[in-house]
């Protein structure tokens, strides 16, 4: 069985930062690429960042400058670290890996339950 954990979420006020953390656990053979989608309300799961397991990124054009995202590939650990955070950062901020487990021996992605984001003065 295989678990994701966020941290790091809250209330910032506008132009502050937040760190956001996900550990993978359990039965895991291997970890390729882990990242960070975020959904609003009545809206669709949007992607934020992505990062394989060599370390190539991907952002969303509307957080490039502004959000790193890196890894720890030992702890299995993806973070997002977020500044100059705005209103429209608000939402609900979900991690994903997408991973094998020793007994499926099949690449699946697995989502964490997500973190609250509010940026509000």
């Known amino acids: 069985q295989v678990q994701l954990v966020e941290s790091g979420g809250g209330l910032v006020q506008p132009g502050g930062s937040l760190r956001l953390s996900c550990a993978a656990s359990?039965?895991?053979?291997?970890?390729?690429?882990m990242g960070w989608y975020r959904q609003a309300p009545g809206k669709q799961r949007e992607l934020v960042a992505r990062?394989?397991?060599?370390?190539?990124?991907t952002y969303a054009i509307s957080v490039k400058g502004r959000f790193t995202i890196s890894r720890d590939n030992a702890k299995n650990t993806v973070y997002l670290q977020m500044n100059s955070l705005k209103p429209e950062d608000t939402d609900v901020y979900y991690c994903?890996?997408?991973?094998?487990?020793?007994?499926?021996?099949?690449?699946?992605?697995?989502w964490g339950q997500g973190t609250q984001v509010t940026v509000s003065s």
């Open positions: 994903y890996a997408n991973l094998v487990t020793h007994d499926t021996l099949r690449s699946n992605d697995y």
């Open positions: 359990g039965n895991i053979l291997s970890v390729s690429d």
């Open positions: 990062i394989t397991r060599g370390g190539s990124t």
